[in-house]
């Protein structure tokens, strides 16, 4: 799925970070690497290769600091 707009991109990008979060805390382990996977096509940062928990919390923090650092403008 590709987006349109910038708002789409990083909507989806805090979603991914929300669903890494969850799966950090041991809701649907099974779909962190799909989901880093996505996260990593988004913000052109590899993949870590590690225990489910430690991928889902690192990419979460991966995720969430991307878009701090003005890659994704919120609201602007």
């Known amino acids: ?3 349109d707009t910038d708002a789409g991109r ?3 990008l ?3 970070g929300q669903l890494l979060q969850a799966c950090s805390r041991g809701v649907y382990p099974h779909l962190a ?3 880093a ?3 990593e ?3 052109g940062v590899p993949s870590p290769r ?3 928990s430690d991928y889902c ?3 979460a923090g991966r995720v969430l600091g991307y878009m701090h650092e003005d890659h994704c403008a919120v609201g602007g």
């Open 1 to 3: 799925m590709e987006h």
């Open 33 to 35: 690497p799909l989901i």
């Open 41 to 43: 096509h988004l913000t």
């Open 50 to 52: 590690r225990s489910a």
């Open 37 to 39: 996977r996505r996260a």
């Open 57 to 59: 919390a690192e990419w």
């Open 10 to 12: 990083t909507g989806e």
């Open 14 to 16: 805090i979603a991914l």
